[in-house]
């Protein structure tokens, strides 16, 4: 089977188009290998991790009349998403929030420097009446138990609002990490 791939409109999700011409592949194998695709798609090529946004066009392929099954057919389409994603250089997505602390000015540098070791980014700081407003962005991933350590570095008078942002490229450094981690499969106890 031979397909191509291309980026969907972010969003779209996942599309798959059927362009086989002249019978190369019957119609009734069709289903099989739009199913392998799709099971491809939700198992990842990176650490397992879903693939989203993208338009696969089935273009070409054969078919043998005694060998031919709607297994292998399935199991061609999987094959086929998996190679054409090694050639295609996906990449891997984080989900980044927005975050916003209030705290009075006395701790502004502890929270500031709480907020870079997170590898989050500051877009903007407000003082107002003793109070520091900072809003930042920062991975999801490194948000867990982030008010009780900021409530903990300001003595408990500082809050924060953490809403969901966008989602950004994960850094090539961490990349490596993710990846092997999943290669060694689930912790057994």
Do not use: W
């Amino acid at each position: 089977m031979i397909i191509k791939l291309e980026p969907n409109v972010k969003g779209k999700g996942i599309e798959i188009i059927d362009e086989v011409v002249g019978g190369a592949i019957p119609k009734e194998f069709i289903k099989p290998s739009i199913m392998g695709i799709k099971e491809a798609c939700l198992n990842g090529v990176i650490a397992g991790h879903p693939v989203v946004d993208v338009i696969v066009r089935i273009v070409d392929g054969t078919f043998h009349e005694v060998d031919s099954s709607e297994l292998a057919f399935k199991m061609a389409g999987i094959f086929a998403f998996k190679d054409a994603m090694k050639q295609a250089t996906p990449i891997l997505l984080e989900p980044i929030m927005a975050v916003e602390v209030t705290t009075p000015e006395d701790y502004q540098g502890d929270l500031v420097g709480d907020i870079n070791r997170r590898r989050g980014s500051i877009s903007a700081m407000e003082n107002k009446a003793g109070a520091c407003i900072i809003t930042a962005t920062v991975p999801l991933e490194l948000l867990f138990g982030y008010v009780t350590d900021i409530r903990s570095l300001s003595k408990g008078r500082a809050s924060a609002s953490i809403t969901p942002s966008h989602f950004e490229q994960v850094p090539n450094s961490l990349l490596a990490k993710i990846i092997e981690t999943s290669s060694k499969g689930p912790a057994r106890t």
